[in-house]
DNA sequence: TCAATTGCTTAGACAATCAAGATACATGTC
DNA sequence: GACATGTATCTTGATTGTCTAAGCAATTGA
């Protein structure tokens, strides 16, 4: 399991070398994004629930908070996934207890998702723990290097955008 | 489909405000994860194959060039994924004709993948534009900006490693 | 009024996972 | 050498979560 994290390293001796190059940025990407999807499979084998279970749980209740009611629609754009997946997602919610459908009051075809009492405590202790770390680690970058990267984070959207036509 | 690009600009007025922060970092992360799955689907969907079986292909073809054999569990770990889905993503190569299983010289249980001549050409007309494209982007940042950005996203790393307890 | 749009669900396909199984190799002990 | 135990490679089967496509019911608006 280890072993993922330094699975890139003898490809370019990093430390053999004072200059980082392109090559490495994208290999510091390419282990970003396996850390990622690592810790959403241990997220789910550890509390049964996957990552955008979690988010979404979330952000229900940050809106429950804010006094907003919000129906599968909108939280499925916002978490970007389609409706469908949607739907089983509320189902798994709903079945786990989390949350309740609720009828919209004036709109016969929507809902509103309620969290139930106590989903609250669940979501707390796993999600907000790891976002305030990278919230920790994003805000140690100067308002510069914050640009720096914002800028290139911008530019390989851009750049994975980019492939529709073929 | 292009509402996914900007759904989160209406968060924080990113136009009215000089400073760039923690928030912004973490927004434009989101959206480039987001990007990258969309560019999935779309690979998918253009040329029936994912994301992960380009890529091991790649891999392959690579090995090839450099006079490497590799089976499927190199590739396996390579690409971060199990070994069952190594089998199953073999199967769909094997049976789209892009490789062949071949049994290795000296080891009974192992099999070597070979690529079969004319996948070079598939590969290379997509992939290979997209990485051309961020490597592209990769290499306009400077030797200091780089390191911002390795940092950032090493650090990035850590903060989701280390969610596991629980 | 009636056609188009919207919100949600269902059905079917696919790629990934885990758990368990079948061989084959490796190593120690007799 | 022969055999037992352990480890490694690959496969299979069941489950999960996503997607697309198609459908139904309610709403909008021309």
Redesign the interface.
């Known amino acids: 399991m280890s ?3 330094e ?1 890139q390293g003898y490809w370019y001796g990093l430390e053999s070398r004072k ?8 290999n ?2 390419r ?9 959403r499979r ?2 789910r084998a ?2 049964g629930m996957g990552e955008t279970d979690l988010v979404a749980l979330r952000y229900l209740l940050e809106a429950e908070r804010a006094g907003r009611d919000v129906g599968p629609k909108e939280l499925a ?2 978490l ?1 996934v389609t409706s469908a997946s949607m739907t089983s997602l509320v189902d798994r919610l709903v079945r786990s207890g989390y949350v309740t459908r609720e009828p919209h009051p004036t709109d016969r075809r929507a809902l509103i998702l309620r969290p139930t009492p106590g989903s609250d405590q669940e979501v707390r ?2 999600l907000g ?2 976002h305030a ?9 100067s ?1 510069e ?6 800028e ?13 036509v ?1």
């Open positions: 072993d993922k994290s699975r200059q980082i190059g392109a090559v490495d940025v994208l510091a990407l282990d970003y994004r396996a850390a990622e999807a690592e810790m241990r997220t550890s509390m754009v916002r970007g202790s796993t723990d790891m770390r990278m919230m920790e680690a994003a805000e140690t970058l308002s290097d914050s640009a720096v990267v914002v290139f984070l911008r530019r390989m959207r851009k750049a994975i955008d980019g492939i529709a073929s």
